[in-house]
C-alpha cells in the first residue's frame, strides 16, 4: 500500500505523448498533456476487493499532437460531433489535440488533483476566432472527478458546445446497462428524426447505439454482472451514449477487432442547447465518478 503520493513524467515510446504518472494511497493514473486527457485510471484493491479499471484505452496511441486519442476521459470543445457549418473541421472541436498546460499540481498521500489550462492562440483562432482559457483540474484519488472552467476572455460572446467523451471500461457490452435515463428525451444520431423519450428504468445494448440525452437528471449508473460505476455531473444538462457495434468498430482504424465489447461510452455535456458566454465571464462543469465492484 502506497503511503506517499508519486508522480512522474515519462514520454510515451511509440506515440511521443507527454504524460504523466502518478500513484497516491487509492490509485494509480496516466494523464496526458495532449487534451488534459486522462488515459487511464485504476483503483486499487482494497479491503479483499479486487483493482479496477475504470477506463477503456485504444491500444494505437497516435503521434502526439496529431489526432484524436480513443479512449480514457477526451473533451469535446467548443463543439461536439461534426462542426455545424464547416465539416473540414476536426470532429468533437480542436481542445483534445492541443497540448495543455500543467498549471498546478496538489500531491497528498490519498490523492492528485492536477489543473491543466488551454490559452487560445493563433492556431486555435484558425478553428475558432475567440478568445478563451480553459482549465480543467483532475482528481484522483478513491474517486475521479473532473472540472472544466471556460473563460471568455475576449470583448464579444460566444458560443459552445461541450462534452467529457468517456469511455467507460465494462466486461461485456451486451451485459451492460445504463441507469438514470427513464422519461428523458433524445435524439438517435443513427435516425436522425424527432426526439423520442426513453421510458424504460435502463437502457441495454443489442446494436449500435449513438444517443443525445437531453435534459437529464445528471446522474447515472453503468451496471455490469461485475461492477456499478456512477457518474454525477448535475451541472451538465446533456448525456451523449455510444457504442459503434461490430460494424462501425471494424470501419475505426483506432479500435482492435472486438475491443468494441469492452467499453460504453456515457458522454457528460452541454450539446443540445449551446452555452452562451458573455465577455469576460465565466462557467464552470464537474462530473464525478466512482466505482463499487459487486
Ligand atoms: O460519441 C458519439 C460520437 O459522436 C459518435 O457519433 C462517434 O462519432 C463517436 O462520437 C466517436 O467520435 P471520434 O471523433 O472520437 O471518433
Redesign the pocket.
Known sequence: MTSTAKLEYRTLAESQLDVICIENQYCEAIIAKQGAQILQYRLKSSNGRPDKTLLWLSQHLPQQGQK?I?GGI?LCFPWF?AHPVQPNLP??GFARTEIWTLEHIQAEAHQHNLTFSLQSDEHTKTNWNHDFQLKMTIHCGEDLSLTLSVHNTGITPFTFSFAW?SYFAVSDIHDTQILGLENTAYID?LHQQNPHRQTEPSLSFSAET?RIYYQTQGHYCIQDPLQQIKIDSPDCPDA?V?NPWANKAARLADMQDHAWLGFV?L?SGQIHTPVQLPAQHNVNFHMHITADLL
Request: aromatic share 8%; net charge negative.
Open positions: 484524436a480513443r477526451p460531433g470532429a468533437h467523451h444520431q449513438d451523449v455510444w461510452c458522454e
